[in-house]
């Protein structure tokens, strides 16, 4: 039979065993933080503020679609008795334009155009009913575009609708019945030239998209 004093030793030992495996098992909390510490960075609450990594970025507009329209003033004058095919004439954009809350093109952007046609009003000759000669204005007549906007420096060319006019009134083409001759004569000489002057407002419009970059 064990003595006194081992019975006491095998207390003793199974006291610091115990002790032993009390002290290396890791408390319940600590065990919990260690885990959340361990957690993948996908199983974690997204944030409210900051770029997700899986967000696409949107690149702002920097195109012009067809059909965008651009309102200019002259800045010099045009005039069937003057212009030429082939001329350029100075304008600047009157509006802003504006493509999804974008101003792509700011108001006062300098702007160039051509002439395309242009033809002065002439004398011809023509016959009347009573096979007499009569003189006649034939009126001139005008078609322009615009060609380029100048952004910051930069130009970029662009395809516009164009613009044509023609001189001569209307009630020179179309005579009122019964029409006084003293009116329709005045009527013939006049508006026989089509003159645009500085200031004068235009629309034209893109005939093709554009990208300003």
Not at 1 to 9: G, K, Q, T, Y
Not at 58 to 70: H, N, R
Not at 135 to 157: A, H, K, T
Not at 187 to 197: E, H, L, S
């Amino acid at each position: 039979m064990p003595s006194h004093f081992d019975r006491i030793a095998i207390v003793i030992l199974i006291l610091t065993l115990s002790l032993l495996c009390a002290c290396g098992r890791p408390p319940a909390e600590n065990s919990s933080s260690s885990a959340d510490s361990q957690e993948l960075p996908f199983d974690r609450a997204p944030r409210t503020t900051g770029i997700s990594p899986s967000q696409s970025l949107v690149p702002s507009s920097t195109k012009l679609p067809e059909g965008t329209p651009i309102p200019v003033r002259l800045k010099s004058e045009l005039s069937t008795a003057s212009s030429h095919a082939g001329d350029t004439f100075d304008a600047i954009v009157d509006e802003s334009v504006v493509v999804d809350g974008q101003t792509l093109v700011a108001r006062g952007t300098p702007a160039i155009g051509r002439v395309l046609e242009a033809k002065p009003s002439a004398n011809s000759r023509r016959r009347s009913l009573e096979h007499s000669f009569e003189r006649s204005l034939e009126p001139g007549y005008l078609r322009i575009v615009l060609v380029s906007l100048n952004l910051g420096g930069r130009q970029v060319m662009i395809e516009t609708s164009s613009i044509f006019a023609k001189g001569g009134s209307r009630e020179e083409r179309n005579p009122a019945p019964g029409a006084p001759s003293g009116a329709t004569v005045k009527d013939k000489d006049r508006d026989r030239d089509i003159v645009f002057g500085i200031n004068r407002r235009l629309n034209f419009r893109l005939a093709q998209t554009v990208d300003l970059q």
